[in-house]
Structure formats: structure tokens, C-alpha cells
Nanobody, 114 residues
Framework: VQLQASGGGLVQPGGSLRLSCAAS????????MAWYRQAPGKEREMVAA???????NYADSVKGRFTISRDNAKNTVSLQMNSLKPEDTAVYYC?????????WGQGTQVTVSS
């Protein structure tokens, strides 16, 4: 299984970015795809997760600003990030959990700065 993420970059506070991730290989019909992030000097944290059944979970810090979506037929997951804040600056990782097997993408940098 491989996860390929894209869409990071530099954005001003209040701006928007969209991250995308494509999973390839043996992808089971039931799984959870998620986005994590890790800021310098901090632990990696879950940002948003979505199951194949469309159940979602968000970190409190991003509720109302970020939206996770997925296309089960294409094995892709996206993260729409609006109203970005400097504290959202981090490396964002795509994550797949299927039957307890965990997979990570390579990470994409998101920098929110004026």
C-alpha cells in the first residue's frame, strides 16, 4: 500500500488550501483514511478522519474550518482547509488504517504566514 499526498504550500492567515491523498495497492473495502499533522517540537496529532461508511471525526482545533471528504471508488481522501491560522502550520500526513494495519504518506508542508 502506498499513499501519495499533495496540495501543501504557503498561504496567508485566513486563506484556504486543499490537500489530497491517493491510496494505491491492496485497499480493503472497509477502512479509515485520515489526516494527521506534526508541527515543529510537537507530537503528531489527528486532524480529521473518515471511514468508508462516511463517519467523520475532527480535532477540536479544526472543527468548523476543515472538511474531510473521500471517494471510496478512487481510494482518495481530501482535506479542505479554510480560515487557516498560523498555528495550523505543520507537516500534514495522510494515513490509512485497514484492519489494524497502518500506513502513512510522505507528508506535505503547510505553512500559514503573512
Amino acid at each position: 500500500v502506498q499513499l501519495q499526498a499533495s496540495g501543501g504550500g504557503l498561504v496567508q492567515p485566513g486563506g484556504s488550501l486543499r490537500l489530497s491523498c491517493a491510496a494505491s495497492g491492496t485497499i480493503l473495502r472497509t477502512n479509515v483514511m485520515a489526516w494527521y499533522r506534526q508541527a515543529p517540537g510537537k507530537e503528531r496529532e489527528m486532524v480529521a478522519a473518515m471511514s468508508t461508511g462516511s463517519s467523520t471525526n475532527y480535532a477540536d482545533s479544526v472543527k468548523g474550518r476543515f472538511t474531510i471528504s473521500r471517494d471510496n471508488a478512487k481510494n482518495t481522501v481530501s482535506l479542505q482547509m479554510n480560515s487557516l491560522k498560523p498555528e495550523d502550520t505543520a507537516v500534514y500526513y495522510c494515513h490509512l488504517n485497514q484492519r489494524g494495519f497502518l500506513y502513512w504518506g510522505q507528508g506535505t508542508q503547510v505553512t500559514v504566514s503573512s
